[in-house]
């Protein structure tokens, strides 16, 4: 019965999802610009230093960017912490508070259907810049990368949306979240591999970006499907990732039963 209850939200959320197929497809489309530039930027460092990388060379820099593309479009929140705040501002949020329905597991299941129907709809794109890149793209050896690729994968987008749903919980102490969440995002975009892979970084600066949740938000599984991270490394890579898993589902549900004393106190 409780499964039911998030399976016709899941479904709820594909229709309404699917409202916007077409900004999504666009934003999708104009969203491999950045690609452009990336292409240019990396082939005149390799060129300028006449050889590789820390173990990348121009081929194997260009797929990373592609994965990060394909990891990115998959796991990562689209609106989700507005749409929070906005139910926590409007007052929408007093309808699930006399419903025998978890909060959580309700924008959870939003979430699912919203990754669902972008990668959908962005798949033939992304498909396309992955057919002109072919050259450039391997796939791992072992077959154990695959299933942990996978997981981490999974753990990723779960990581990302209890961060996210942890952050707009704010909107029941502050009016506007914008500053926070571009805070957080702004470290995610730097120190979670978006903006250049982290094994690039001094080994010092690695090893302690390895015990920061952003690590695990997109580098993780693209590092294990590129066999970047294997062996021990990768396991140890795996457990520190579902120590973040727990620590931020742990920390989204005390972000709501604090705002909700807070929210029914200021209400009530």
Not at 97 to 115: H, N, Q, V
Not at 229 to 258: D, P
Request: hydrophobic residues 55%; aromatic residues 20%.
């Amino acid at each position: 019965m409780a499964a039911g209850k998030y399976l016709a939200v899941f479904k709820l959320g594909l229709q309404n999802t699917f409202v916007y197929r077409w900004n999504y497809f666009l934003r999708a489309v104009f969203g491999l610009i950045p690609l452009a530039g990336t292409v240019f930027l990396w082939r005149a460092i390799f060129h300028e230093r006449g050889g590789g990388m820390h173990g990348y060379d121009y081929g194997s820099m260009i797929y990373y960017y592609l994965l990060t593309i394909l990891v990115s479009n998959l796991v990562t929140p689209t609106e989700d912490e507005w749409q929070i705040a906005s139910d926590i501002r409007e007052g929408q949020i007093n309808s699930f508070l006399t419903k025998p329905l978890s909060y959580l597991a309700y924008r959870f299941s939003i979430f699912l259907s919203g990754r669902l129907v972008y990668s959908i709809i962005t798949l033939a794109p992304i498909a396309l810049i992955f057919f002109y890149f072919r050259a450039y793209v391997t796939f791992p050896s072992d077959p154990i990368a695959y299933l942990c690729a996978f997981l981490s994968l999974l753990m990723a987008a779960m990581i990302q949306f209890f961060i996210t749903y942890s952050i707009a919980m704010m909107a029941f102490w502050i009016l506007e979240i914008s500053t926070i969440v571009f805070i957080v995002y702004s470290f995610e975009y730097f120190l979670g591999g978006q903006m250049f892979p982290v094994d690039i970084m001094p080994p010092l600066v690695q090893a302690s970006m390895k015990w920061l949740p952003f690590y695990y938000e997109l580098f993780c599984p693209i590092a294990i499907f590129m066999e970047r991270l294997k062996g021990a490394e990768m396991f140890q890579a795996l457990a520190i990732q579902i120590g973040w898993l727990l620590a931020s589902w742990a920390t989204a549900r005390f972000m709501w039963r604090r705002g909700l004393g807070h929210y029914q106190a200021v209400g009530g």
